[in-house]
């Protein structure tokens, strides 16, 4: 009996990865392209009212958060990796809880506590008057706060994976050769994890710059509040996608900056896992100094806002008030798992192919493929979102140019399109977890298999994914939360009626119905929990 077969080349598996990865690369590129035909009106208008305010803004925000998350998370994880002292060991699992946090909700649970109404406010005027001097919160700077108190984790997780796996070494080294604490630090831990820090702070910065809900809570107007004010007030995409590079311009500096900070620094391991730090003890004030320090960043980022959504979502629901359109909770989680479950199931696939496509493929064209189809993480939201939008409109116009008029294509009426977007923006965290779950299969393994008669893919469905099942639910969970908790791309790319989670807090938060968003709030912090606590046990190995 003869076995069919599907077509397994080595050309099959690299143009398969080569189509995906131009999947991805397409709406960042035409979205750059679009700049090469400006529009001098739209340049003109944009620059003489909002854009330089906007870039000034822009600017100074990242600059704001991202010196301030570099300095607390390095900072932090200098302290739980070097020091002992009451409570080192939670407070190690606990400082990366914030991850599971979104900007956006703690934005406006800073800005109800901090702001003219909240209760510090209230009760600062009621001990030094009516009159009495308070920091503007709705600034620059109270946007600064809340970001990094959500976006340090990035850095503190980086940088204590460096502390841990490559600077023990050398910093006992240092000390044995006669160097003080501060000298060992400075002149040798420093320079080994600047490239973990350099890349901590880019994604800082990243997170920072595709955020449009945040910052308009704190008044701050940034490029991306001006790209989604162009789309959403006159739906010119032109117009909204030529903002948008400005955006990818900031995306690239930020990108620029990384590398400048890495410099020629690479990570770097003598072997094994690395021995970590040595740890000293802290007594007296120090030790005190130092758990007060952690429990007051976890309390802040964390813990303080998490049990006042909690006051106030049970305060909600048990008043005659309640939550703003809680009979439409069911549809709106639904609404945000079928979002979650696709962009998940498309990108583990996507992932899955492009992996094994370095195994089965030519190396040299799937390898870049593989980092092309990764570009997306690196690209704001906004930009995707603008970018998949002219890549849409392009597809319609082409099939109505060779007489395939097909109906209901439009950018922003389509879950395909939704889904696509969130696959360009969340593809690179899942086929990251991917090719590591598959590094640990050996090539041994797979030419064995297909020795033995199987094809690529009998080989992948019995030998690469049941080794690699754990790799597999990493990328899941990466790209799950990641999806769940997306608010800029569903906002501008949404169908019409189509509700999520995210849209639901940021609509009552828009309109300072901050008590009314607790329990939406809470649904997607309890969530993202989930991989928080997995990160959580694997970042507090013995070491």
């Known amino acids: 009996m003869i076995e069919f077969r599907r077509p397994t080349s080595r050309s099959g598996w690299s143009w398969t990865s080569v189509l995906i990865a131009a999947l991805v690369v397409i709406p960042v590129a035409m979205l750059a392209a679009s700049i090469l035909t400006p529009r ?50 939670v407070f190690g699992w606990m400082l990366i809880l914030p991850l599971a946090m979104p900007s956006y909700i703690l934005g406006f649970l800073t800005l109800a506590t901090l702001g003219p109404t909240g209760p510090v ?25 809340a970001f990094t108190l959500v976006l340090y984790p990035y ?43 350099a890349a901590g702070a880019a994604v800082v910065m990243m997170e920072t710059l595709t955020d449009f809900a945040t910052v308009q809570y704190f008044g701050v107007d940034t490029v991306s509040v001006g790209v989604f004010r162009i789309w959403r007030g006159t739906y010119d995409r032109d117009a909204a996608a030529e903002i948008a590079t400005v955006v990818l311009a900031f995306a690239l500096v930020a990108i620029a900056i990384e590398r400048i900070a890495r410099g020629r620094a690479r990570f770097g391991q003598s072997g094994g896992e690395g021995a970590g730090l040595e740890r000293r003890v802290l007594t007296g004030w120090r030790a005190v100094a130092a758990t007060v320090a952690c429990g007051g960043v976890v309390v802040a980022a964390f813990a303080g806002p998490v049990l006042q959504l909690v006051v106030w979502a049970v305060r909600e629901q048990t008043s005659d008030r309640g939550t703003p359109l809680v009979d439409s909770f069911p549809e709106y989680l639904s609404n945000s798992i079928q979002l979650m479950v696709i962009t998940v199931v498309v990108c583990l696939v996507a992932a899955v192919v492009v992996a094994n496509a370095q195994r089965f493929g030519s190396r040299r064209l799937t390898g870049v493929a593989a980092r092309a189809a990764a570009i997306g993480y690196a690209v704001p939201g906004p930009v995707v979102g603008m970018g998949v939008i002219l890549a849409v409109v392009g597809a319609d116009e082409l ?64 030998v690469h994914l049941p080794l690699s099942k754990a790799s597999l639910l990493s990328a899941a969970i990466l790209v799950g939360v990641d999806a769940l908790k997306e608010l800029p791309i569903v906002l501008l790319l949404r169908p019409f009626g189509f509700e999520t989670l995210p849209v639901w807090v940021y609509n009552l938060a828009s309109e300072s119905r901050y008590e009314q968003a607790a329990l939406p709030a809470l649904s997607i912090i309890l969530v993202a929990l989930i991989p928080v606590a997995l990160l959580s046990r694997r970042l507090e190995r013995p070491g």
């Open 155 to 197: 850095t503190y997780l980086l940088a204590r994976a460096a502390l841990r796996d490559q600077a023990g070494g050398a910093y006992f080294a240092a000390r044995i050769l006669g160097a003080g604490p501060t000298e060992a630090a400075r002149r040798v831990v420093l320079p080994l994890v600047r490239p973990a820090i």
């Open 40 to 89: 001098s009106d739209v340049w003109s208008q944009q620059w003489a009212t909002r854009l330089p305010g906007e870039i000034v803004d822009t600017a100074l925000l990242l600059a704001g958060v991202g010196v301030c998350s570099t300095l607390l998370g390095t900072g932090l994880a200098w302290l739980v990796s070097a020091y002992r002292f009451p409570g080192v060991r």
């Open 399 to 462: 099939l109505e140019a060779i007489g395939l008029d097909l109906p209901g294509a439009v950018a922003t009426g389509s879950l395909v399109v939704l889904v696509y977007a969130y696959v360009v923006r969340f593809l690179a965290p899942g086929l990251g977890a991917v090719e590591s779950g598959l590094g640990q299969v050996s090539e041994e393994m797979t030419a064995s298999a297909r020795s033995l008669g199987a094809s690529s893919i009998g080989t992948i469905r019995r």
């Open 121 to 145: 406010q209230d009760q600062w005027r009621s001990w030094f008057g009516t009159d009495a001097w308070f920091p503007d919160i709705e600034s620059i700077w109270g946007a600064t706060i």
